[in-house]
């Protein structure tokens, strides 16, 4: 298996600008977590589903971000307008049932 | 709003010593518990995951779980130049992360 899948690798983008993140989680498994790494406040869960469902979405920061699993092999975490302060790397990850997360490599996004 | 705490770093520990890592935790019905390690620039990648009281020793790694006192710690023992990395703990079935501890093992 390819492992986690994730795209763009790198975004740079402008302040104001629409951001859309994808994820495509290994192969059978059935949850789907959308993370952000900073140094100031380390990794945090944004929002993760389950069979396609969110389940907890209260890492989310605020009406700019949204996330979406139209299926069990892909997923977006969209982010309108950017702001600078969203700049970090954002991680996916994905696992079947309460077994390990595998993470994937990461995006990491610069607004300007 | 459940939380997951993390002793504080950076830890420095000379080559060959032992590494004690900590982690405390706020829920209670807590089943599922693991240890990443995260290299700079990198994703995070399990090391341990332990479900049950007590110890689990996998090769120069020990993870401990005491559910009634809410802690899991990770032992490296004969730690190693390699080992330097920030270290993360993760609790649960929503998988939160505490803030990571940078261990750096001095040659």
């Known amino acids: 298996d390819a492992g986690v899948i994730q795209s763009p690798r790198h975004e740079v983008t402008e302040m104001g600008q629409e951001v859309t993140l994808r994820c495509k989680p290994i192969?059978?498994?059935?949850?789907l977590f959308w993370y952000r790494q900073t140094m100031m406040r380390g990794l945090e869960l944004l929002i993760y589903f389950n069979n396609n469902v969110p389940i907890d979405d209260s890492g989310m920061p605020e009406d700019r971000f949204s996330a979406k699993m139209p299926n069990a092999s892909f997923s977006t975490l969209k982010i309108q307008p950017s702001e600078p302060r969203d700049s970090a790397v954002y991680f996916c990850a994905s696992r079947f049932s309460s077994h390990e997360q595998f993470f994937g490599p990461g995006t990491r996004l610069t607004v300007l | 709003q459940k939380e997951v705490e993390q002793n504080s770093g950076p830890l420095s520990v000379p080559e060959g010593a032992i590494a004690s890592l900590n982690c405390t935790y706020s829920?209670?019905?807590?089943?599922?518990f693991f240890w990443y390690r995260q290299y700079s620039g990198k994703s995070p990648e399990l090391i341990m995951s332990i479900y049950s009281n007590g110890d689990k020793e996998d090769g120069r790694f020990t993870a401990q779980l005491n559910k009634a006192s809410q802690y899991v710690s990770l032992l490296i023992r004969d730690s190693q130049p390699s080992d330097s990395a920030t270290y993360l703990c993760?609790?649960?079935?929503?998988?939160?992360f505490g803030a990571g501890t940078r261990l750096t093992v001095k040659p």
């Open positions: 993760a609790v649960t079935n929503d998988m939160r």
């Open positions: 829920d209670r019905v807590s089943q599922s």
């Open positions: 192969s059978g498994h059935n949850s």
